[in-house]
C-alpha cells in the first residue's frame, strides 16, 4: 500500500505561483506512476499531470506551459509547480500513485487563486 500525503496549497492572486508536493510512504516509489488531479466544486475530478516511472510526463491541455510535474525517486516525493495561475484552477487538488489495478490517493490540498 501506499499513502499519500500532500501539502503546500493555499490562496494566491492571480498570476501567482505555488509549488504542490506529494509524500509517499513506499519502499517502490519508483516503480509507480505518480500523477495529480484536481476537482473544482461541482465539477468531476480530472487529470492535471502525470509522471511515469520511466519519466515520461502527461499534461492537461488546459496546463500546458504553466504546470511542471516533477519526482525525487530517492525522496519519494512527487511536485506540481504551478505558474501563471487563473481563477479557474481553483480546486482540491489530490496526490495518484498508481501501478497496473492498483491506486492510491492523497487527502487533497486547497489551492485557490483570487485576488
Known amino acids: 500500500q501506499v499513502q499519500l500525503v500532500e501539502s503546500g496549497g493555499g490562496l494566491v492572486q492571480p498570476g501567482g505561483s505555488l509549488r504542490l508536493s506529494c509524500a509517499a510512504s513506499?519502499?517502490?516509489?519508483?516503480?509507480?506512476?505518480m500523477g495529480w488531479y484536481r476537482q473544482a466544486p461541482g465539477k468531476q475530478r480530472e487529470l492535471v499531470a502525470t509522471?511515469?516511472?520511466?519519466?515520461?510526463?502527461n499534461y492537461a491541455d488546459s496546463v500546458k506551459g504553466r504546470f511542471t510535474i516533477s519526482r525525487d525517486n530517492p525522496k519519494n516525493m512527487v511536485y506540481l509547480q504551478m505558474s501563471t495561475l487563473k481563477p479557474e484552477d481553483t480546486a482540491v487538488y489530490y496526490c495518484?500513485?498508481?501501478?497496473?489495478?492498483?491506486?492510491?490517493w492523497g487527502q487533497g490540498t486547497q489551492v485557490t487563486v483570487s485576488s
Open positions: 495518484n500513485a498508481r501501478r497496473s489495478s492498483y491506486t492510491s
Open positions: 513506499t519502499t517502490a516509489f519508483s516503480i509507480y506512476t
Open positions: 509522471i511515469t516511472s520511466g519519466g515520461n510526463i
